[in-house]
């Protein structure tokens, strides 16, 4: 998964992946991790959040000193010169135009083929490959409904805060009950959005399987990498770089 590093890359242009950060102001240890990697990414190219950059995100007016302190730290590294791409994950699909554009990012679609230091490649959460999982993928149609989401957003703050936390304890207690192959991508359907996107490698998270797949697609050689969650207990994360040495995983400790 290459090499760890906490060094910046001061040298050579490099785009950064991350994924599956959960912030929470009940992991610090991960929060902190966080601050320190927006550090070494200034003079990047870009950044790309592939989803579940929080624990959970009820709405762009939840604007407590934690959130405000997330959104200054991404302001930073844009006003460094970085750009900021956000996808939505399982967790932050409320995630709006506001939070963006306070962070100087774009929101991207839900999976986006992307040119990154010389690498063609599709990027996106993942969780639109968890297609055997039918009860997840019908509460995924759900909460990208338009006029769900909006008749969300009117409810109270509280009271989406309330709902937020029930959903991860019901999360939690489902899928401690689902078979492990459930929960992961559906092989045809990696193949057929590759195919589709007319790319070669494909890069996403969600799944908390970090790892390099080699598959074919359309007759040629192929990949699927997955970015890794960030852990409180170990303190690191599996995070993607794409530089002149190519696209690859490395290992972040914090």
Not at 2 to 27: C, E, K, V, Y
Not at 80 to 90: D, E, I, K
Not at 225 to 237: H, K, N, P, Q, T
Request: charged residues 20%.
């Amino acid at each position: 998964m290459g090499q760890a590093s906490n060094l910046p890359h001061l040298i050579m242009s490099r785009t950064l992946f991350i994924s599956d950060l959960h912030l929470s102001p009940d992991l610090p240890r991960v929060t902190q991790g966080f601050l320190s990697y927006l550090k070494q990414a200034q003079g990047a190219t870009a950044l790309y959040v592939l989803g579940d950059l929080f624990e959970a995100w009820v709405g762009d007016d939840n604007l407590d000193d934690y959130n405000v302190a997330v959104i200054n730290a991404f302001r930073t590294l844009s006003d460094s010169g970085t750009r900021l791409f956000f996808v939505h994950g399982n967790r932050d699909f409320l995630l709006g135009e506001g939070f963006t554009q306070a962070t100087g990012g774009t929101l991207l679609p839900d999976s986006q083929a992307i040119d990154a230091e010389g690498e063609h490649l599709l990027v996106m959460h993942g969780d639109q490959l968890c297609t055997s999982d039918e009860k997840y993928m019908a509460f995924r149609a759900q909460s990208r409904d338009p006029a769900w989401q909006q008749m969300m957003l009117e409810k109270p703050l509280d009271q989406r805060l309330m709902i937020a936390n029930m959903w991860r304890m019901q999360s939690k207690a489902i899928n401690s009950n689902k078979p492990e192959n459930i929960m992961d991508v559906t092989p045809e359907d990696v193949v057929r959005v590759m195919q589709d996107a007319g790319v070669k490698t494909l890069l996403h998270g969600h799944t908390h399987r970090p790892d390099v797949h080699a598959l074919e697609v359309a007759g040629q050689t192929a990949r699927r990498m997955v970015l890794g969650d960030w852990r409180e207990d170990s303190g690191e994360a599996i995070t993607g770089i794409a530089d002149a040495q190519g696209l690859r995983l490395e290992t972040w400790h914090f």
